[in-house]
């Protein structure tokens, strides 16, 4: 059984909470939001594939696509195009751990997984490219 889902938008990690007396935040004031609508996704995915939740163990690719900058273009009459030296790889924040937490408690709270220590295998990279979002598939391996 395999699951595919692209959750549009940028993506957003899991961080440090932080600490409120008696209670925890998290740090991060956009994960929220963001989960929101990774779990409606990811339910309608589900549906829509006609996907059971996962109860045996499974792999997670995960592609997290950031916008690029403008640094990353051309001017002129290369205005729109990608400069020759641009880097396809993000090697700035957000951490790639942060965000495969952020995703591992999204597939758990919308019914994906049982449990997020289901997950034995991630394949997971963040890049650059055109707009930002997740493009996630969750394979069953037994």
């Known amino acids: 059984m395999t699951l595919t889902c692209t959750i549009p938008g940028r993506p957003e990690q899991q961080g440090s909470k932080r600490n409120l007396g008696r209670h925890s935040i998290e740090a991060n004031p956009n994960l929220a939001p963001w989960r929101a609508d990774a779990i409606w996704r990811l339910q309608k995915a589900m549906q829509e594939q006609m996907v059971v939740q996962f109860t045996g163990p499974v792999e997670v690719v995960a592609m997290f696509v950031y916008a690029r900058p403008r640094s990353h273009y051309g001017t002129g009459k290369n ?21 495969q937490r952020a995703v591992g408690d999204a597939l758990t709270q919308a019914g994906v997984l049982w449990d997020d220590a289901l997950i034995v295998h991630w394949d997971a990279r963040k890049i650059w490219g055109a707009g930002g979002y997740v493009e996630l598939t969750v394979r069953g391996l037994s």
């Open 79 to 99: 205005a729109g195009k990608v400069k020759a030296g641009a880097p396809m790889w993000k090697t700035s924040a957000a951490d790639l751990d942060k965000l």
